[in-house]
């Protein structure tokens, strides 16, 4: 008899995030994590690779040797699974497969840099892992994942200079955010409540989007910015805060 995986859904969903959660369950292939799981996602993000100008994922990624000996991958030294992965500035073009979401161990993603493009796999939702989060620089376009409310251990996310499109997805679980950079994109519509109940936020940098309406007053919740930015975008109005830490403002305009 096939084995027979379970899912509990965390009590702390809203119902839209809940239904993101299902959703991607429902095409989800569950991986065993291991070692050789590991090697076979990154394998497939090779051949999802299309062009590699200094050729050192075509040279070095090799089944000759240990995915922990990788370039750009490191592993953790009690599971001996991938914990981090920094491809950032080797000027790769190509897409990401849904095999990064069988990274299990995963805390650190970074590809910023590169050429990579299309959407961002439903899949990676399963990285409740990660940390560190950062695709800045690259040619993702469509909207921002909902699910990436799910990544509740996340203190960095990045995105800036990509063609994202669409309004934000519900963020007030990701309770550890301390860095948010959603910078140079083409994000519309007004800037979510549920952004301003991550409490530990330092830097917030939504600047060159299309955001319109009025700055939410609920942005004086967010007492640990050390630096705002909503420069170019369509909001109404002039931020003022007071905090107790500097704050570094810069104009809606």
């Known amino acids: 008899m096939a084995d027979r995986v379970c899912f509990l859904i965390p009590y702390f969903l809203t119902p839209f995030l809940v239904q993101s959660y299902i959703t991607a369950l429902a095409g989800a292939n569950v991986a065993i994590p291991n070692i050789t799981t590991d090697q076979s996602a990154l394998l497939a993000l090779k051949a999802s690779i299309s062009y590699d100008p200094h ?60 050429s990579f493009h299309g959407s961002i796999p439903n899949e990676l939702f399963r990285l409740h892992q990660l940390q560190f989060l950062n695709f800045g620089y690259n040619e993702f376009n469509g909207e921002m994942p909902s699910w990436i409310g799910l990544l509740t251990k996340l203190q960095h996310l990045a995105f800036f200079g990509n063609n994202f499109i669409g309004e934000l997805p519900e963020m007030e679980n990701l309770t550890m955010l301390t860095e948010l950079n959603l910078s140079q994109n ?29 700055v939410p007053r609920e942005i004086g919740n967010l007492s640990m910015l050390t630096k705002l930015s909503l420069r170019d975008n369509n909001n109404e109005g002039i931020v003022f805060v007071v905090l107790v830490q500097f704050l570094s403002f810069e104009s809606t305009k």
Do not use: E
């Not at 800037?191 to 299309?210: A, H, M, R, V, Y």
């Open 55 to 114: 050729t050192i994922l075509a040279n070095n990624w090799s089944t000759n040797t240990s995915v922990c000996d990788w370039v750009g991958v490191t592993c953790g030294s009690r599971h001996l699974q991938v914990t981090a992965l920094n491809l950032s500035y080797m000027g790769l073009d190509g897409t990401i497969p849904p095999h990064i979401g069988n990274l299990s161990f995963l805390v650190s993603l970074t590809i910023r840099n590169n």
């Open 186 to 214: 083409n994000f519309a519509g007004t800037i979510s409540l549920t952004l301003f109940k991550c409490k530990q936020l330092q830097i917030l940098d939504l600047g060159k989007n299309n955001f319109k309406g009025v």
